[in-house]
Each structure stands twice: as C-alpha cells, then as structure tokens.
DNA sequence: CCTACCGATCGGTAGG
DNA sequence: CCTACCGATCGGTAGG
C-alpha cells in the first residue's frame, strides 16, 4: 500500500501548490526506512522475480519516490543480495534456535535422537518458507542467477552455514539405516523436496507445515534397523 | 552464434554499399526458423530467465534481426508459452516411449513392477531436466510466473497429462507399503526433489543420470511388505 | 524476414 | 529522502 498516488508518466508531474502531505511523525526517518524497502523488495522479487520488478515498484511499495532507494542502496543488485544475506542470517539464527529449544526440552542425559533432529530441522525449514515473513529465502532460492559473482560467494557462504547443521544429522541417519544412499545425494533431494513447497504450497487450503513436516519424514525416512 | 555482427547503438545503422552478406541456401528458410528462435529462446530463458532476456538476445541468437521474431510470434508471451507446450509434449512423447520400451521387453504374461515403472519413470524425468536438448522443461517448472492466466491453464493441462502417468505407480507402490505417508504429498515432494536437480546438478561431475535415479529410489522406496 | 523507427520504461544521478 | 532529469534499452510495428 503506497502512502502517495502513483506517479504518472514522467515522474516529474508539477504537483505546485500545497504539495503532497507531511508524513506522520511515525513514519519518518525511525531509522527503518531500509527495512521496509527490503521487505517491499523481498516480496516483490518473490512474486515477479528480480528482472521484472523495477526499483520504481520497490520505492512506491515502501511509501518512496523512485530515486530514494538509491540513498540506501547502491543499485538494485544490492538490495537483492542484503535481501538474501539477511534471509539467509535470519533462517541460520531460528534453526540455531530450534534446535536448542529442543534440546533444552529434554531430561538431564537424555540426547535429541536423529530423527527428531531432523523433525525440528524439516519443521523449522518449511517455516522459514512459507510461515509468516518468508519473502526472503525464496527469493535466495529462486534469484541466484541474478547475482554479481563476488555476491554469490557470499550468499553460498552463508547457505553452506545453514545446511552445515543438517549434515550430521543425516550421517546418523545413514548410519542406523533409517536413510538409504549417498548422503550427499540425499541431502540435495531433501531440499528439493522442501523446497520445491515454495512452488505449489497454498496456506488457504487444509495441509499445515505440519502435515508436511510429517509427509517428508514418512517419505525420507525407514525405520531403524 | 550470430552470423551478424552486434547491432551498434540503435537498430538503424547505415551500413549502406555491399549490405550485409546474403545467408547461404542451407540456412534460408527451410521452414525451421521457427524452430531455431523457439531453441534459442529456450536456452536463454533457461540460463538468464523471462525477464532478463530480451527479444532482441534471442533474434540475434538465432541469426535474426530485431524484428524478426515478431513475423513468427505475435509477442515475446508467445514464445515462452511455445517453449513450454512444445517442451511438455515432448516429454510427454518421450515418458510414454520409455514406459512402452520397458513393457515390450517383458515376457508373455509378466509385467512391470510398480517399483521398475517408478524407476522408469525418474529415469526418464532426469533425462528430460538435464539430458540434450533439455531447456525447455527448465524453462516450464521455473518461468511459470511469467504467463499470462490463459497461458496457464494451457501448460497446466499438458503438465496434468504428463504426471497422470505417475500417479497409478504411485498409488501401488504405496499399496504395497514401499511408499509411505499421503500419495498426493509424496508426488509433490518427489517432483521437487528431482526438479531441484536443475539448480546443482553439473554434467561434468562424476554423478550420472543412472546414479541419480538410484539415488532418488532409494530415498524414497521403502522394502516391500 | 529486414529497415527504420516509436513510445514507454528503466536504472541511476546531481543537487538540494 | 525528493525533484527533475538523462541515456540506454526494450517490446513492438509499418512498410517493403
């Protein structure tokens, strides 16, 4: 929702006279003007991919004319790669703690077995997806191609962080019998078929995250040997 | 390839006195120009996306100049639509000669095993992802966005044709017990698990097709009850 | 299928 | 962060 009606042809339109109205004081500066460009960017990246989504689109989104986005961001590149870097910072942070909720839940001597490791890493996963606030690692997942290759390096940097934390978790698995072939293999159609929810998952309809959390173990998963 | 040099600044350069080298009989008409932008067309799309690839990258792709591609489709919408009909009943054709191959080398009386059609079955998926002459289907599962709302419903029916066949497998091998957990949720997640191939897999690594199916078998099949 | 072109839009900037 | 603007590029077209 743009505060401003929408610029009409050149964005010089005369506009003399009183002008177009004060902002409240609630929506100026607060120092989180580069939030909102990056939310409104994320969710449009999202929903039109990064090419067809003019910085023009951003601004309005964010309540800006289409010059300010440049003020907080060198180009449109940029904004694409801080939006992955902190999606990607933020999903690390709340599989980080997920996981100690979950350990911390447990009696004194008592270990989080593998499976229920990967419960809480599959649960937390389609979370960071499609829960609330999931603009930003689709747009990671789907945008790559549109990275400068010094912004790739990056962003694989911090991926290869998040996906560090599910590979002991299915080296035990491997191990016991419960997951079957290459481990490396396995884990890349994991997260395919996670990932692969951004494409056809609709909140509206009855499955829940966990519906899904428990379809991926059932199809995953043998039991223990 | 192109047979032309890049046209400079605008379109209109002079070039007058000899014009441009006439094109040799083998590459005039031939009545597959058409099908020389449809390929071009699919290989850009594929590696930069829709939106990202102009009318005129694909033109010069496939030795057109910029308005070419306006005699053979009515705007650049059509040609990602082309792409992706073209591409679904290619697949389709090829998933059904894989299916039928497999049935005519049985014996009198046997038949194929739902696990040896699922196998088939990836096999022949991958090939359609990752095999020759395979940007069109790419270009279908990741450009979805870009039609227009007809558009889709066109794709979508070719695509509902092409997973019908997957669907008995799926229903017996979960019959069986060797495939767990609800069929229409396993189907989207072995659909994303294969399809998320196409973002990491790298022909010149040692993994084969052959090695992916297997892979992909044994994640998702448990042993028969 | 090419030539020559148009109107619209886009990323980005200087100066305030 | 806005105003006013620029050069480049884009999809598409008329006429041959």
Redesign the pocket.
């Known amino acids: 929702m743009s505060l ?1 009606s929408p610029e009409t ?7 003399r006279g009183r ?2 109205p004060r ?1 409240t004081a609630d929506e ?3 120092g989180n ?2 939030q ?2 990056l939310r409104a960017a994320a969710r449009l990246f999202r929903s039109q991919g990064f ?1 067809a ?5 951003i ?1 309005a989104a964010a ?16 904004l694409l790669a801080v939006v992955m870097q902190e999606g990607m910072e933020s999903a690390t942070a709340r599989q980080a703690a997920a996981m100690e909720r979950s350990t911390t839940g447990l009696r004194r001597g008592q270990t989080l077995s593998a499976r229920e490791a990967l419960r809480v890493l599959v649960r937390n996963h389609f979370d960071v997806l499609l829960g609330p606030d999931s603009d930003f690692i689709p747009v990671m997942l789907y945008e790559w191609r549109s990275l400068s290759e010094a912004q790739r390096i990056e962003v694989k940097r911090l991926k290869d962080g998040y996906e560090a934390v599910w590979v002991p978790v299915l080296q035990a698995l491997h191990a016991s019998g419960e997951l079957q072939g290459d481990p490396a293999l396995s884990r890349l159609m994991i997260f395919g078929a996670l990932n692969w929810s951004v494409q056809w998952f609709d909140a509206r309809r009855k499955a829940t995250l966990d519906d899904l959390t428990e379809a991926a173990l059932q199809l995953f998963l043998k039991e223990a040997k």
């Open positions: 401003h042809g050149t964005d010089a339109a005369p506009r002008g177009r902002k100026r500066d607060d003007r580069r909102d460009l090419a989504t003019s910085t023009r689109d601004a309540g800006m004319r289409s010059g300010s986005p440049f003020y907080h961001f060198d180009n449109k590149e940029a």
